[in-house]
T-cell receptor, first 115, second 111 residues
């Protein structure tokens, strides 16, 4: 069964550095998402992306964050000037259509540790 | 905020049916009920969803009450690998993207 893949599985970065988290969505999917989960807390929506532009973003997704689909397969989340509080699991998801009747399928995440 | 209420934890014996309840008393006519689960710190795994009819797939069954104010996810023969946090999420039928996760139900399946 097709799946969303994320790399790396664990990223350790010094505070203040930039980090890029990578995702390969399911191949025929057109809608892409990033969520994060701080240890012990809820899964939180960050951003959704379609047709090479952001379609929705949360208050968390400020100027520190950006997303890109650099080619036909990858979807990336860039975090600039990382802070200690950016430490979390970051999950990528994709779906083939938007709307209530289309499930989003998640990858297994990247654990980001900021030192 | 999440529009659903779930018990924080439940236990189930291996091989028995696990029935996980969810209250969504404020659900509107255009909202779907979705179930996901999260095993350890893995990504949320889609299980099933429905609008008003009961649904069944290879993983589970979803029973939605006639007034749609509550639902039950049924794992017919729970295994140890079903130990996870189960999330019930209501989602609008229109073009909205995000899933809003609550704290879910931690299901512990024991031998």
């Amino acid at each position: 069964e097709p799946e969303v893949t994320q790399t790396p599985s664990h990223q350790v970065t010094q505070m203040g550095q930039e980090v890029i988290l990578r995702c390969v969505p399911i191949s025929n999917h057109l809608y892409f998402y990033w969520y994060r989960q701080i240890l012990g807390q809820k899964v939180e929506f960050l951003v959704s992306f379609y047709n090479n532009e952001i379609s929705e973003k949360s208050e968390i997704f400020d100027d520190q964050f950006s997303v890109e689909r650099p080619d036909g397969s990858n979807f990336t989340l860039k975090i600039r000037s990382t802070k200690l509080e950016d430490s979390a699991m970051y999950f990528c998801a994709s779906s083939n259509r938007v709307g209530g009747n289309q499930p989003q399928h998640f990858g297994d995440g990247t654990r980001l540790s900021i030192l | 905020d999440a529009k659903t209420t779930q018990p924080p934890s439940m236990d189930c014996a291996e091989g028995r049916a696990a029935n996980l309840p969810c209250n969504h008393s404020t659900i509107s006519g255009n909202e779907y009920v979705y179930w996901y689960r999260q095993i350890h710190s893995q990504g949320p795994q889609y299980i099933i969803h429905g609008l008003k009819n009961n649904e069944t797939n290879e993983m589970a069954s979803l029973i939605i009450t006639e007034d749609r104010k509550s639902s039950t996810l049924i794992l017919p023969h729970a295994t140890l690998r079903d130990t996870a946090v189960y999330y019930c999420i209501v989602r609008e039928r229109r073009n909205t993207d995000k899933l809003i996760f609550g704290t879910g139900t931690r299901l512990q399946v024991f031998p």
